[in-house]
């Protein structure tokens, strides 16, 4: 799988299944992805790759040539679940795909995983993760308000977010699929596509076109309508804090301890005990709160919010996140070593604590073609002069 299906690889390896990345004979293209260990452009210092491959064997294999078709088909006799992320067609064209392999492994789970799926009129069509965000309608949600700069074009979301929707779903459809065969014996084809999973991330928006009729216009996260009205407000420190919607209970609550500081205005006044009252001074309110928590720093202000009930949140550069003491306590941060550099590297954890099949990271990313001989001779048999034949055909 190329960088459609890595994360979902990824979660079943770190979930403890024994996952074998099959890449072409000069490793994938994502090994070309920066930023690099060092800042030395290199196909094994790929930070992008390293993060995204844990926990997965790697093996080299041209699928095209006759050995390489053939150590493919007898691995497929053995797996479980077999994922690829080639253009439709593609596998059943080289006699490799669900219905051939299955012959020898009924249980077998494929899935397919492309950015339009098996069928339809878009299938065959080029794409990106941009182009994704485009088609989904994620973009056409983000960017600024149109009162407020008309003229703006929509944004799309940084950081390979449709890859990440369509492995999530990938991997939610191989793990259904691998409850059904426990309780049935036979295994599946899964059809699986980002564009898809992509318009299932838009729901709260298209429900309110289906039930309503209303498109929903792009605001700025101020403005969301699916969380009403918040703000990030910047700090005496130069820091930002998101704050919440301000409803009757809110007011109630942060009054007094604005009042502490000299600064709660006229929010103790009777009338705000009247939510009809507060919903037609939401601006007058906003602005008071505002004034008061520019006065504090980012951390007073969202630690202070928390205690006294308001949802917000301290919006944090990445270093910060490192230094999160909550994310320590829960030994989020994982320790992956890499011999061949002699150093240990922090990696992302899971974002769930298991007490019965504990999750971890059991080794770093592979090298290109590192399990060659451990997969192909000591699973499949062949001998280490065989392997060195078949490589020198430029098969592995």
């Not at 006699?95 to 009924?106: A, M, R, S, T």
Request: with cysteine; net charge negative; charged share 20%.
């Amino acid at each position: 799988a190329d960088e459609k299906g890595q994360w979902c690889g990824k979660q079943m390896a770190d979930m403890g299944a024994d996952v074998i990345k099959i890449e072409p004979l000069g490793g994938e293209a994502a090994r070309s992805v920066g930023p690099f260990y060092q800042d030395i452009p290199n196909k094994e210092r790929s930070l992008y790759f390293w993060h995204y491959n844990t926990s997965k064997r790697g093996i080299t294999l041209g699928l095209e040539t006759e050995d390489g078709h053939r150590l493919f088909r007898k691995m497929a006799e053995k797996a479980d679940v077999i994922l690829e992320t080639f253009s439709p067609g593609y596998m059943a064209s080289l006699g490799l795909g669900y219905e051939e392999l299955k012959k020898n492994n009924p249980g077998l789970i494929m899935c397919s995983l492309t950015p339009f799926g098996q069928t339809g009129p878009w299938k065959d069509y080029q794409t990106s993760d941009l182009l994704h965000l485009a088609a989904g309608g994620q973009m056409a949600r983000c960017g600024y308000d149109y009162e407020v700069v008309p003229d703006a074009p929509p944004i799309a979301p940084g950081g390979g977010q449709a890859w990440h929707m369509g492995s999530h779903y990938a991997y939610i459809a191989i793990t259904a699929a691998l409850v059904n065969r426990s309780v049935t014996g036979r295994g599946q084809y899964i059809d699986a596509a980002v564009h898809d999973a992509c318009a299932l991330t838009t729901e709260g928006h298209v429900n309110q076109y289906i039930y309503t009729g209303n498109v929903v216009p792009r605001r700025t996260g101020g403005g969301n309508s699916a969380t009403g009205p918040n703000a990030q407000v910047l700090c005496k420190d130069g820091k930002y804090v998101n704050v919440g919607q301000i409803t009757l209970e809110r007011v109630l609550m942060l009054a007094a301890w604005m009042d502490e500081h000299g600064l709660a205005s006229d929010l103790l006044d009777e009338k705000y005990q009247d939510p009809g009252v507060i919903d037609e001074n939401q601006s007058h309110i906003r602005e008071i709160f505002v004034n008061f928590l520019a006065s504090l720093t980012r951390d007073e202000a969202y630690h202070g919010l928390q205690k006294h009930g308001s949802n917000a949140g301290a919006i944090r550069s990445p270093d910060e996140v490192m230094q999160d003491p909550h994310l320590e306590d829960r030994a989020f941060w994982t320790d992956v070593e890499y011999p061949e550099l002699g150093k240990t590297f922090q990696h992302t954890g899971s974002a769930a604590i298991f007490n019965g099949s504990p999750w971890r990271i059991s080794r770093r990313a592979p090298l290109i073609g590192e399990h060659n001989e451990e997969v192909l001779c000591g699973e499949l048999g062949l001998s280490k002069a065989e392997l060195a034949v078949i490589a020198e055909r430029g098969s592995v």
